[in-house]
């Protein structure tokens, strides 16, 4: 297999990446109080040393009150914990790699099954569950902690950001019209008004960070609650949606689904990421199962997943549908995969085991 498309180096702005290959965030919870560890750093550098082009951060929550919904999700302020991020970045680029952190507000969410509680109650754009509605101000503040993490992020040696704008959390409960049933600035009956927040977030932190540094946002049409749910029907809702966060700043969009092959939309074998690409002219990664026979809802009920061909994404790669390519759970069991698909080793790929969950491989 010639996967030659997947090993040109990537140049946009502040990132210039040894290949197309993304490791996706995943959320660890391996960060007592909040503050990454030194096992943390010697996790992502193992990374960076298995050539994966850029590493994207787990969910590493901005400065609010309520913005984890576990206590050992790493925070990104606060100076014990960017200590910690500073190890890991110093880490990640004594190796040769690059990195973003991943910027997140888990929004409203239910009580951890540990009993931890944040000291605030969790919040969002409207009261439900068991959270309250964000007032206009804890808005302001919400944008100001995203572009103060960002400007970290820049200061520290990170080679990018990610906000999190997916999967059910803050910002994707902003987009959503059954959890943002707000009437003011922030709401509204269409998609692109429910988009404010994040367009908001995004200004700030470009703001924050100048042009010459690339930002990222992750965004998703399912959540894990609502697997078939969908913010944009057609292409045209699609480009409502994301065009006005092209405009305001995003570089990269980060198009999460479960399955990369399969196409969005009835017409056209263009999964997210492609579609996003063509509609908004910047660049996209593709994630979803790469690599892997199972999608990531198996995870959830308890199955690993065995090793997939390759040969639809080098296909795709070569079609430049999208930029790059986020690999997740492969390369949490095995921080070399990237190095193993460079050398033709394929006959050596592993698949998923959920003991990985459970350690820093």
Known sequence: ???????????????????????????RACSPGGIPTSEVAAYYQRRAVGEVGLIISEGTVIDRPSSADDGNVPRFYGEASLAGWQQV???????????????????????HASGWLPPAPFEGPSGIGNGIAMSDADIADTITAFGRAAAHAKRMGFNSVEVQGGHGYLVDQFFREDTNTRTGFFGGKTLAERSRFAVEITKEIRKQVGDDFAVMIRVSQWQLKNLHSKLAHTPAELAAWLTPLADAGIDIFHCS?????????????????????KLTGKATITVGSVGLDKDIISLHRGENASPASIEELVRRMDNNEFDLVAVGRSVLTDPYWVQKVKENRLNELQGFNREALYQLI
């Open 89 to 111: 970045i110093n880490s990640v680029l004594e190796a040769g790699g690059q990195m973003a952190p991943q910027l997140w507000h888990c929004g409203i969410q239910e009580n």
């Open 1 to 27: 297999m010639n996967t030659t498309s997947l090993f040109r180096p990537f140049a946009l702005k502040s990132l210039l990446t040894r290949n197309r290959f993304v490791m996706s965030p995943m959320t």
């Open 257 to 277: 689904t479960r399955r990369f092959w399969e196409p969005e939309f009835e017409g056209s074998e263009l999964n997210l990421a492609g579609w996003t690409k």
